[in-house]
DNA sequence: GGCGGAAGAC
DNA sequence: GTCTTCCGCC
């Protein structure tokens, strides 16, 4: 841990620092009850729910286009059927003092992840050397964001 | 809608 | 600790 970073060696060859709030030992407690903003991005990855939850305006924000579907597949996941955005909203707005997430302020049901922090240390992978992958010290655009998501998602 | 305190479930 | 529930306030 540096610097309120983890280093996550991935591969031999690739190592890959991104904020404490994004990293879990596997045997941390809780562990195995899924967390909200895990639940956000894996509805993000899914092209399926576009018009439910999709990235929009700045990297890493987020708009909730149907505010009452993801709350009702929040519902479902943690067996919580009356589930509701206010319920969920509120779960969302404690992310804000963990500094997982903030609020874009005058955009209706818009969140913003803080990434600022994700960088690829090193030297990624031979076949990832000339791909988008290969990311700028504090700026990524939404394409690297995604790709190094399905890393973060395969580690937690 | 969005905010954050308070209490409580687990 | 991470929400869930409820609510007064703006």
């Known amino acids: 841990s ?3 970073c983890h280093i996550i060696k991935v591969t031999v ?3 890959i620092a991104f904020p404490d709030w994004a990293y879990k030992p596997e045997s941390s407690p809780g562990s195995r009850q899924i967390q909200l903003w895990h639940f956000i991005l894996e509805l993000l990855q899914k092209e399926e729910y ?7 305006g700045d990297y890493g924000e987020f708009v909730i286009k149907d505010p009452d579907e993801v709350a009702r597949l929040w519902g479902i996941r ?4 009356h589930m509701n955005y206010d319920k969920l909203s509120r779960a969302l707005r ?6 997982i997430l903030h609020k ?4 209706r049901f818009t969140y913003k992840f803080n990434f600022s922090k994700v960088v690829l240390v090193n030297y990624p992978l031979l076949e990832m ?3 988008p992958f290969l990311l700028a010290q504090n700026h990524f655009n939404e394409s690297n964001f995604l790709k190094l998501f399905r890393v973060l998602l395969i580690l937690s």
């Open 13 to 15: 060859a690739c190592r």
């Open 2 to 4: 540096v610097a309120g």
């Open 78 to 81: 943690k067996c919580k059927p």
């Open 50 to 56: 576009q018009n439910v939850i999709a990235w929009q």
């Open 104 to 107: 874009t302020k005058g955009k």
């Open 129 to 131: 050397a000339n791909s």
């Open 94 to 99: 404690y992310y804000y003092n963990k500094r």
